[in-house]
């Protein structure tokens, strides 16, 4: 089983599918916020406001360099902006979560604990601003995908099955 790497902007739901993937398969999970949270033991709000967002991703960059070199047979779902690391590819295949802006917000907001999701995310704080960068990201996203799914009005459990369906191809 090679690496899934699963990208897409903040709120799309990567970390629900990634659960229901484990579900469905012998993947393990792991996710590149949590493991940064476990290396700093603070809140990724907490390091970008202690450290700053640069510091924030030389952290993303570290650990693209220890999942290339040393894990294998495992789903890892990444922050919104792991994408931008220039082994991606090297990492695993690469599944995007596609899904208008509108309909991430709107997921968001539905959710119980809408508030704290929207707390925990410093680049969700300026909603203009994140439109706009959801606009300058989504070509990105979608260059460097090996599998598009467009998560809009789908159950986690549907978006993993495709998933699970369509990387067979790469394995
Ligand atoms: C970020 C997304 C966040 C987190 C950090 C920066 C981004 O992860 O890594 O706040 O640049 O898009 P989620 O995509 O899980 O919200």
Redesign the pocket.
Known sequence: MRNIILIG???VG??SVAREVVKNSDYIAIDT?DLIESMENKS?KKV?ADDGEEY?RALEYKLSKWLESSVQNTLIST????YKQKNLKEIGIVVFLNSPFDKILKRIKAHPNSASKLKK???LADMKKAKELYNERLPEYLALADVVIDVTNKSAMDCSKEILKKVKKYA
């Not at 922050?79 to 792991?82: D, E, K, L, T």
Request: charged fraction near 20%; aromatic fraction near 24%; hydrophobic fraction near 45%.
């Open positions: 902007f903040m709120g990567k970390g916020d990724i970008f924030f922050g919104g902006g792991f995310r410093p680049l």
